[in-house]
């Protein structure tokens, strides 16, 4: 349910985005719905009220999401500021690659990997596979973020149907092989 809600921002966005432009009069003033502009205007307000949200209901919000809220807003309001989309075109490809420092710094800093902390309360698996667990999330981050960049800037038409499916796709594939990875070490420990 957690990842559903992380996503609400996203569906808004891509929804505000794909609209036809039009211009809109709420409250005496006008303004235009549908486009890029709109679009990250809708994405702000959605990530700051599910994360406020979320951050009443919990008293914290996650590192993870943290980032993205900050990085929306960030992107998002340079991209409102200049009236120009590139700006938000750079947030996914950065977010991605702070993960993956995160994730690689975490070789070096504490007693465990990030993916270790993150998934040993569920399944036990010998140091040398938390490494090398840990050290993939890192390459999917880094090439998942030049395939954004890379798509945004070059198939501008494509981007956010690429953000929005083509991201999602790519991460569900990675954590199937990473789940097959964890079945194999897991009957291999039954055993």
């Given at each position: 349910m957690k990842q559903l809600i992380d996503f609400i921002p996203l569906i808004v966005f891509f929804t505000v985005y794909k609209m036809d432009p039009r211009m809109v009069d709420v409250a005496g003033h006008s303004f235009e719905l549908g486009g890029p502009i709109s679009g990250t205007f809708f994405l702000i307000v959605a990530s700051a009220i599910v994360y406020g949200g979320i951050f009443i209901k919990n008293k914290t919000l996650e590192k993870s999401q943290l980032i993205t809220l900050v990085a929306v807003v960030l992107f998002g309001g340079m991209t409102l500021a200049f009236q120009n989309e590139s700006f938000l075109k750079w947030?996914?490809?950065?977010?991605?690659?702070?993960?993956?420092?995160?994730?690689?710094?975490?070789?070096?800093?504490?007693?465990?990997?990030?993916?270790?902390?993150?998934?040993?309360?569920?399944?036990?698996?010998?140091?040398?596979?938390?490494?090398?667990?840990?050290?993939?999330?890192?390459?999917?981050?880094?090439?998942?973020?030049?395939?954004?960049?890379?798509?945004?800037?070059?198939?501008?038409?494509?981007?956010?149907?690429?953000?929005?499916?083509?991201?999602?796709?790519?991460?569900?594939?990675?954590?199937?092989?990473?789940?097959?990875?964890?079945?194999k070490h897991m009957r291999t420990e039954e055993k």
């Amino acid at each position: 349910m957690k990842q559903l809600i992380d996503f609400i921002p996203l569906i808004v966005f891509f929804t505000v985005y794909k609209m036809d432009p039009r211009m809109v009069d709420v409250a005496g003033h006008s303004f235009e719905l549908g486009g890029p502009i709109s679009g990250t205007f809708f994405l702000i307000v959605a990530s700051a009220i599910v994360y406020g949200g979320i951050f009443i209901k919990n008293k914290t919000l996650e590192k993870s999401q943290l980032i993205t809220l900050v990085a929306v807003v960030l992107f998002g309001g340079m991209t409102l500021a200049f009236q120009n989309e590139s700006f938000l075109k750079w947030k996914a490809p950065i977010v991605n690659w702070i993960f993956a420092a995160a994730f690689l710094g975490s070789q070096f800093i504490g007693q465990k990997t990030l993916v270790q902390r993150m998934m040993e309360h569920a399944v036990s698996l010998p140091e040398e596979v938390w490494v090398r667990m840990n050290l993939s999330w890192v390459v999917f981050f880094i090439f998942l973020g030049v395939a954004n960049l890379y798509v945004a800037f070059t198939f501008h038409e494509f981007w956010v149907d690429f953000k929005v499916f083509g991201s999602l796709i790519l991460t569900f594939v990675f954590v199937v092989l990473q789940f097959l990875v964890i079945s194999k070490h897991m009957r291999t420990e039954e055993k």
